[in-house]
């Protein structure tokens, strides 16, 4: 079982630069992964695992679903996480959920604040008289649109919540 998770370790970290870089995850990653989860309890503990590694499954892809209906999240973010939850079983994949939002929380702290103080005060200022009005509506459309890789958050909480009891 130590394979496997290792393997889910290398996978999830190789996810998290996919959607900071590109802001997507295939479906290569996720779809594999949870497929190997499903295998993963199976063989360690028949019947039982794989029923849990379901459960899991849908508890962590249906929360997300909702969200996605909701245009709150993308669909690689569904797909990755009804695979940690196949992964996790139905048990951990609560405690993952936690730390997944707390995660999220902090990094859309962090994305905002390094929007938000990116350029210095007297950039900021010289920006300003030299900006037109339509430069300024550009920029306030482009402060809507920023968008949070939360595959990334996903990654973070589903390590913990692996580690922390293993």
């Known amino acids: 079982?130590?394979?496997?998770?290792?393997?889910?370790?290398?996978?999830?970290?190789?996810v998290a630069y996919f959607d900071i870089r590109w802001r997507r995850i295939p479906n290569y990653f996720s779809l594999?992964?949870?497929?190997l989860g499903l295998?993963?309890?199976?063989?360690?503990?028949?019947?039982?695992?794989?029923?849990k590694s379901?459960?899991?499954?849908m508890v962590g892809g249906g929360?997300?679903?909702?969200?996605?209906?909701?245009?709150?999240?993308?669909?690689?973010?569904?797909?990755l996480m009804a695979a940690v939850g196949a992964w996790l079983g139905?048990?951990?994949?609560?405690?993952?959920?936690?730390?997944?939002?707390?995660?999220g929380?902090?990094?859309?702290?962090g994305q905002l604040l390094h929007y938000r103080f990116r350029v210095t005060g007297e950039q900021k200022i010289q920006q300003e008289e030299?900006?037109?009005?339509?430069?300024?509506?550009?920029?306030r459309k482009e402060s809507l649109q920023m968008t949070l890789p939360y595959g990334v958050a996903i990654v973070i909480g589903t390590l913990i919540a692996l580690y922390r009891f293993f």
């Open 1 to 14: 079982m130590y394979f496997f998770y290792a393997l889910f370790t290398i996978v999830l970290f190789t």
């Open 54 to 57: 379901l459960l899991g499954m």
């Open 39 to 51: 295998l993963a309890h199976t063989l360690s503990a028949g019947g039982i695992g794989a029923s």
């Open 130 to 139: 030299t900006m037109t009005e339509e430069n300024r509506h550009d920029r």
């Open 63 to 79: 929360l997300f679903a909702t969200l996605y209906f909701l245009k709150m999240m993308g669909a690689g973010d569904v797909k």
């Open 105 to 109: 929380g902090l990094l859309a702290i």
């Open 90 to 103: 139905s048990q951990r994949i609560i405690y993952a959920l936690f730390y997944i939002i707390v995660a």
């Open 32 to 35: 594999p992964l949870l497929l």
